[in-house]
């Protein structure tokens, strides 16, 4: 999981907010130790404190004394909106943009995301709920 795309803390970081926006760290949840990540992923300790400290300071874990990190209250719901507008700006945008080029109508677009999310790439089945 960890390579050398990115600082290994940020991909430390990553991973944590993955799990919250998934579930599997849910809110007032007790996370991994940075000696946990570090042996984990065979990295420093202060490497994997690096990205949890990241997380502190955009509110996003806190600090239990004596006890370790712990999911905030409202961390999911933070992440969710950070990852819609960031999937705004690097998908839709220039989705749009391209098909404005191409002269692709706003309801032409829709009806192709529409059978796009209901196809997987086999052509099978739904890949989107609605």
Do not use: C, W
């Amino acid at each position: 999981m960890i390579d050398d795309s990115k600082p290994i803390f940020m991909q430390i970081a990553e991973l944590i907010e993955s799990d919250i926006v998934s579930g599997v760290l849910a809110e007032e949840s007790q996370v991994p130790s940075t000696n946990e990540f570090a042996a984990f992923y065979r990295i420093n300790p202060a490497t994997a404190a690096k990205g949890v400290n990241r997380l502190v300071e955009n509110g996003l874990l806190y600090k239990k004394r004596g006890i370790g990190m712990f999911v905030a209250q409202g961390a999911r719901h933070q992440l969710l909106e950070a990852r819609r507008h960031q999937f705004h700006e690097q998908y839709i945008r220039p989705l749009t943009a391209e098909a404005s080029k191409l002269g692709i109508g706003t309801q032409e677009l829709i009806t192709m995301i529409q059978t796009s999310a209901h196809t997987d790439v086999n052509g099978q089945g739904s890949v989107i709920n609605d």
